[in-house]
T-cell receptor
Framework: GQNIDQPTEMTATEGAIVQINCTYQTSGFNGLFWYQQHAGEAPTFLSYNVLDGLEEKGRFSSFLSRSKGYSYLLLKELQMKDSASYLCAVRGDWGFGNVLHCGSGTQVIVLP | DSGVTQTPKHLITATGQRVTLRCSPRSGDLSVYWYQQSLDQGLQFLIHYYNGEERAKGNILERFSAQQFPDLHSELNLSSLELGDSALYFC?????????????FGQGTRLTVV
């Protein structure tokens, strides 16, 4: 997605930790979302950050730095079912209104 | 279950035809976003409605249009369909526009144009 950058693919082994970085450039920032999407299915909400800092939810944590236009999603104790695409989405002014704009996704491959 | 309902789940139609995709947002949500996701591609923002009014347009073709009704459900109309329009179409809803609220996606409509 335009102005949202995240790696295309990451590979890790079961039980490991993976960190997916996301950088963005927008004005009127109003929240950053992480979604998990299995192939052919709907994106599933994982986390929402609007203030700087770390939000922890079980095995998943998300961090935001608004001044740096940077976020990461941390996946701990990886399981095979975590193999999916992870979308970074930012609500902000992308030049055509305040909308939720999505990155192209990071495909995480978990190996046994 | 996100609470966002999209119908139909699957749609197969011929080139040149017109289809309507429907989205019912979560109860209480006023904002509806539409996205197109082609094979192995990211989610491309199409259009955003808030409380019945169009608020923003993304990369939406002129052959496509949308509206949000008084009961807040939304419809995406795709006309003069081409093979390249085959994709997953998702809608997402949230309470507001710029408020600190979460956004949830529906299960999507898979459109196949043959």
């Amino acid at each position: 997605g335009q102005n949202i950058d995240q790696p295309t693919e990451m590979t890790a082994t079961e039980g490991a930790i993976v960190q997916i970085n996301c950088t963005y450039q927008t004005s009127g920032f109003n929240g950053l979302f992480w979604y998990q999407q299995h192939a052919g299915e709907a994106p599933t909400f994982l986390s929402y950050n609007v203030l700087d800092g770390l939000e922890e939810k079980g095995r998943f944590s998300s961090f935001l730095s608004r001044s740096k236009g940077y976020s990461y999603l941390l996946l701990k104790e990886l399981q095979m079912k975590d193999s999916a695409s992870y979308l970074c989405a930012v609500r902000g002014d992308w030049g055509f209104g305040n909308v939720l704009h999505c990155g192209s996704g990071t495909q995480v491959i978990v190996l046994p | 279950d996100s609470g966002v309902t999209q119908t139909p789940k699957h749609l197969i139609t011929a080139t040149g035809q017109r289809v309507t995709l429907r989205c019912s947002p979560r109860s209480g949500d006023l904002s509806v976003y539409w996205y197109q996701q082609s094979l192995d591609q990211g989610l491309q923002f199409l259009i955003h409605y808030y409380n019945g009014e169009e608020r923003a347009k993304g990369n939406i073709l002129e052959r496509f249009s949308a509206q949000q009704f008084p009961d807040l459900h939304s419809e995406l109309n795709l006309s003069s369909l081409e093979l390249g329009d085959s994709a997953l179409y998702f809608c997402a809803s949230s309470v507001g526009v710029g408020t600190n609220t979460e956004a949830f996606f529906g299960q999507g409509t898979r459109l196949t144009v043959v």
